[in-house]
Structures are given as C-alpha cells and as structure tokens.
C-alpha cells in the first residue's frame, strides 16, 4: 500500500515552453501533497505544499507564477512548470500524506527528471 | 546555518562492515525523525522513524535520537552491496505552522563494495 505515482518519469523540452507533472496517490487519500526539487547530490528542497482544494503554500523563494500547483482532487496534484528555462532543470519529486497520519508521514513518488534545452 | 546538517560522504565500506551514519540538528521542536534511502534516479523511500528520543531496531538497522545532544545516527550492520544508496535523514515537529513539514539533511553517498 501507500503507492504514490509520478508521470512523466522524464521530460526534455525546449526554452520557454510549460511542462505538465502529475503526483497521483495510487491507493489511499492524500489531503496533503509536497512538491520537491532536488539538484545533482544536493538534498530535496520543499517547494510547496498544497492541500487538496485550496491554494498552495510556496517556500520562501519559490515562484509561484513559475511553478503552479494544482490539487484537484484527494488523489491528483499537478506541477506545472511554465516558461521553462535551462537553470530549472532538476529532479522534481512529489510526496503524499494519508490524512489520518498524526505525524507526518509522506510517501514518495518516484521522481520526474526535467531537462530544459 | 541549515536546520539540519548531515555530512554527504561519499562513503566507502566493504560488504560484511557496520556502517555509522549521523545527523545534527539545531531545532529543538522537531519530535519526529526519519530515516530515508534513495537509490539513483528514484524517490525516497522511508527506512525507519523515531518519535521523540530513543533507539529503534528493525533487522539491521538501528536508529538513534538524543534529543539532547540534537543528534541521530543510523546504524546498519552486516552491510550489503544492495545497501549502497544515498541515505537521508528527515525531521518533523508536531506543533505549530511547522506540522508535517519535513526538513532533510543533505544525503550522505554510501558504496558497499563485495
């Protein structure tokens, strides 16, 4: 159980365009949803967090018009890279947390490698 | 100075080897502490949590906290080559604007060579 995917495993696209990454809780409900990028042997850096129906909370330094956040649903979030550049390039993960869960836990999707040209 | 810092190695230890890795912190809300293990290219998985001070066995890995010390280690013995990964720690606090929020040291690299 706790199975949390993640598509695209992987994207390369061109300067300028938007990139679409879908989190999606395979089998339980995810109130609260985490977005992570995490550059080559560097640790995962918190973009925002979204909970499922209202507006997500963004990390001191995190363009929120850059990189918007959907969370539809108990079990869909939506990262959306838009106007894409070089320097956003990076791993994006995303987490899912029950909502029973008392003390944190989140489960990991498996990631979505984004390269920029 | 980050909220939590962890050495990122890299680490080199031969199959068979008790491998010692360490976390320091410097906020003294967190409560919860994890352990995570990231293979190349994937997500982390979660190895083991500890709530508050204390250790926690699970087959060969042990975590510790000493919350006074605001340190935690995790212990692996016997290690094995399927070990080899990149091993994060994480913390949590149960209060405040902070709940949930996971803070994560750096990663440290481990290889376990046979």
């Known amino acids: 159980g706790a199975v949390v995917s993640q598509h695209p495993s992987w994207v390369i696209c061109k300067s300028g365009t938007s990139v679409k990454i879908e989190c999606r809780s395979l089998d339980f409900q995810a109130t609260t949803m985490f977005w992570y990028r995490q550059f080559p042997k560097q640790s995962l850096m918190l973009m925002a967090t979204s909970n499922e129906g209202s507006k997500a909370t963004y990390e001191q330094g995190v363009e929120k018009d850059k990189f918007l956040i959907n969370h539809a649903s108990l079990t869909l979030s939506t990262l959306t890279v838009t106007s894409a550049h070089p320097e956003d390039s990076s791993f994006y993960i995303c987490s899912a947390r029950p909502g029973l869960a008392g003390w944190g836990e989140q489960f990991f999707g498996p990631g979505t490698r984004l390269t920029v040209l | ?114």
């Open chain 2, 1 to 114: 100075q980050k909220e939590v810092e962890q050495d990122p190695g890299p680490l080199s230890v031969p199959e068979g080897a008790i491998v010692s890795l360490n976390c320091t912190y410097s906020n003294s809300a967190f409560q919860y502490f994890m352990w995570y293990r990231q293979y190349s290219r994937k997500g982390p998985e979660l190895l083991m949590y500890t709530y508050s001070s204390g250790n926690k066995e699970d087959g060969r890995f042990t975590a510790q906290v000493d919350k006074s010390s605001k340190y935690i280690s995790l212990f692996i013995r016997d290690s094995q080559p399927s070990d080899s990964a990149t091993y994060l720690c994480a913390m949590s606090a149960n209060r405040g604007s902070t709940l949930g929020r996971l803070y994560f040291g750096r990663g440290t690299q481990l290889t376990v060579w046979p």
